[in-house]
Protein backbone atom coordinates (compact mmCIF):
# COMPACT_ATOMS: atom_id res chain seq x y z
CA UNK A 1 0.00 0.00 0.00
CA UNK A 2 1.47 3.12 -1.15
CA UNK A 3 1.64 5.36 1.50
CA UNK A 4 2.59 9.46 1.56
CA UNK A 5 2.89 11.14 4.90
CA UNK A 6 3.58 14.63 4.92
CA UNK A 7 4.73 16.36 8.43
CA UNK A 8 6.79 20.42 9.48
CA UNK A 9 3.26 22.36 8.76
CA UNK A 10 2.59 25.04 10.95
CA UNK A 11 2.66 28.73 11.73
CA UNK A 12 5.70 30.74 11.19
CA UNK A 13 5.82 34.49 11.12
CA UNK A 14 7.30 36.05 7.72
CA UNK A 15 10.76 35.82 7.27
CA UNK A 16 10.69 32.47 9.62
CA UNK A 17 11.64 29.36 8.81
CA UNK A 18 10.45 25.36 8.09
CA UNK A 19 10.99 22.16 7.45
CA UNK A 20 8.66 19.60 5.90
CA UNK A 21 8.76 15.97 5.65
CA UNK A 22 7.20 13.65 3.35
CA UNK A 23 8.18 9.99 4.21
CA UNK A 24 7.11 7.37 1.60
CA UNK A 25 6.62 3.79 1.82
CA UNK A 26 4.76 0.75 -0.25
CA UNK A 27 6.47 1.66 -3.69
CA UNK A 28 10.70 1.70 -4.88
CA UNK A 29 10.92 5.10 -3.51
CA UNK A 30 14.94 6.12 -5.02
CA UNK A 31 13.20 5.12 -8.69
CA UNK A 32 10.87 7.90 -8.40
CA UNK A 33 10.64 11.57 -8.78
CA UNK A 34 10.04 13.29 -6.08
CA UNK A 35 8.04 17.09 -5.63
CA UNK A 36 6.49 19.46 -3.49
CA UNK A 37 2.93 21.25 -4.64
CA UNK A 38 1.11 23.62 -2.93
CA UNK A 39 -2.51 24.72 -3.14
CA UNK A 40 -3.43 27.78 -1.68
CA UNK A 41 -7.51 28.58 -1.36
CA UNK A 42 -9.18 29.40 -4.29
CA UNK A 43 -5.97 29.30 -6.31
CA UNK A 44 -5.00 26.04 -8.39
CA UNK A 45 -2.10 23.43 -7.00
CA UNK A 46 0.76 24.70 -8.27
CA UNK A 47 4.33 22.95 -8.27
CA UNK A 48 7.12 24.36 -5.83
CA UNK A 49 10.06 22.01 -6.24
CA UNK A 50 11.08 18.75 -7.50
CA UNK A 51 14.14 16.26 -7.45
CA UNK A 52 14.30 13.28 -9.71
CA UNK A 53 15.95 10.17 -8.51
CA UNK A 54 19.61 10.83 -8.90
CA UNK A 55 19.27 14.19 -7.35
CA UNK A 56 18.89 17.02 -9.89
CA UNK A 57 16.06 19.43 -8.88
CA UNK A 58 13.75 22.41 -10.51
CA UNK A 59 11.86 25.07 -8.22
CA UNK A 60 9.50 27.43 -9.19
CA UNK A 61 10.52 30.78 -9.72
CA UNK A 62 8.47 31.62 -6.13
CA UNK A 63 10.65 28.94 -4.74
CA UNK A 64 14.42 29.77 -6.25
CA UNK A 65 16.70 31.15 -3.41
CA UNK A 66 14.07 30.38 -0.49
CA UNK A 67 13.59 26.69 -0.69
CA UNK A 68 15.46 24.10 -0.94
CA UNK A 69 14.12 20.22 -1.84
CA UNK A 70 16.43 17.22 -0.84
CA UNK A 71 15.73 13.22 -0.14
CA UNK A 72 17.66 10.76 1.42
CA UNK A 73 17.16 7.74 -0.45
CA UNK A 74 18.36 5.43 2.56
CA UNK A 75 14.73 7.14 5.00
CA UNK A 76 12.73 7.06 1.89
CA UNK A 77 12.07 10.77 2.69
CA UNK A 78 11.88 13.94 0.72
CA UNK A 79 11.94 17.34 2.31
CA UNK A 80 11.26 20.70 1.80
CA UNK A 81 13.54 23.93 3.56
CA UNK A 82 11.90 26.35 3.58
CA UNK A 83 13.47 29.64 4.21
CA UNK A 84 12.63 33.56 4.27
CA UNK A 85 8.67 32.69 4.59
CA UNK A 86 6.09 35.01 3.21
CA UNK A 87 2.63 35.36 3.29
CA UNK A 88 1.86 34.20 -0.12
CA UNK A 89 3.46 30.97 0.71
CA UNK A 90 0.74 30.48 2.89
CA UNK A 91 -1.02 27.06 1.57
CA UNK A 92 -1.50 23.28 2.03
CA UNK A 93 1.97 21.68 1.17
CA UNK A 94 1.75 17.81 -0.50
CA UNK A 95 4.20 15.81 -1.31
CA UNK A 96 3.64 13.79 -4.89
CA UNK A 97 5.57 10.77 -6.07
CA UNK A 98 5.92 10.35 -10.20
CA UNK A 99 7.09 7.89 -12.47
CA UNK A 100 5.75 7.74 -16.22
CA UNK A 101 1.98 7.46 -15.50
CA UNK A 102 2.02 6.54 -11.89
CA UNK A 103 1.48 9.59 -9.43
CA UNK A 104 0.98 9.09 -6.48
CA UNK A 105 -0.11 12.50 -3.06
CA UNK A 106 0.39 12.62 0.46
CA UNK A 107 -2.78 14.16 2.30
CA UNK A 108 -1.03 17.31 2.68
CA UNK A 109 0.48 19.70 5.53
CA UNK A 110 -0.93 23.27 6.25
CA UNK A 111 1.76 26.12 6.03
CA UNK A 112 0.61 29.70 7.26
CA UNK A 113 2.79 32.68 7.41
CA UNK A 114 1.29 35.31 9.33
CA UNK A 115 2.04 37.77 11.81
Known amino acids: QVQLVESGGGLVQPGGSLRLSCAAS????????MSWYRQAPGKERELVAS???????HYADSAKGRFTISRDNDKNTVYLQMNILKPDDTAVYYCNAARYVQSYWGQGTQVTVSA
Open 26 to 33: GFTFSIYT
Open 51 to 57: IISVGGT
